[in-house]
């Protein structure tokens, strides 16, 4: 294999590669009619996480890597949005969605680990906006 470069090694970026995959082959079945709206923009929001990510990796001072890194954070929070409304339409099955939804959680949290990691002070040290409730979200 060719040079490995450092996004791949980042467990963020392989997660969200993962899980653009995921989206992708779950939302393959939406209607036509949702493919130059909702379907486009789904995908282009699960894609633009990775591409942060990668592109962060290859700044070379902290403050712009954490840039990127925050802008990617943004990205998964985007399509949680989208598959509320997908599930809303009923393109998602509560299955489906409620794996998507699982797997949003766990990449935002490894997302903002990565952001701490770069943080000079507490003060820039926040923690995933999560709430938990009973609505079946």
Same mark, same amino acid.
């Given at each position: 294999?060719?040079?490995?470069?450092? &996004?791949e %090694?980042?467990?963020?970026w392989?997660?969200?590669? @993962?899980?653009?995959? *995921?989206?992708? !082959?779950?939302?393959? +079945? &939406?209607? %036509?009619?949702?493919?130059?709206?909702?379907?486009? @923009?789904?995908?282009? *929001?699960?894609? !633009?996480?990775?591409? +942060?990510?990668?592109?962060?990796?290859?700044?070379?001072?902290?403050?712009?890597?954490?840039?990127?890194?925050?802008?990617?954070?943004?990205?998964?929070?985007?399509?949680?949005?989208?598959?509320?409304?997908?599930?809303?339409?009923?393109?998602?099955?509560?299955?489906?969605?409620?794996?998507?939804?699982?797997?949003?959680?766990?990449?935002?949290?490894?997302?903002?680990?990565?952001?701490?990691?770069?943080?000079?002070?507490?003060?820039?040290?926040?923690?995933?906006?999560?709430?938990?409730?009973?609505?079946?979200?």
């Amino acid at each position: 294999m060719a040079y490995v470069y450092s &996004f791949e %090694k980042l467990t963020a970026w392989q997660m969200s590669r @993962q899980f653009a995959e *995921a989206l992708y !082959s779950k939302n393959k +079945n &939406f209607p %036509k009619e949702a493919l130059f709206g909702i379907t486009s @923009q789904i995908r282009r *929001a699960a894609i !633009s996480i990775s591409c +942060n990510l990668a592109e962060g990796s290859a700044r070379f001072g902290d403050r712009e890597k954490k840039r990127y890194y925050e802008i990617a954070y943004g990205r998964p929070v985007e399509v949680v949005k989208l598959l509320i409304i997908c599930r809303d339409l009923e393109y998602l099955l509560h299955e489906q969605y409620t794996d998507l939804r699982q797997e949003v959680e766990k990449l935002t949290i490894q997302i903002n680990r990565l952001v701490q990691s770069y943080s000079q002070n507490k003060e820039d040290i926040h923690e995933p906006d999560i709430q938990y409730s009973d609505t079946p979200y």
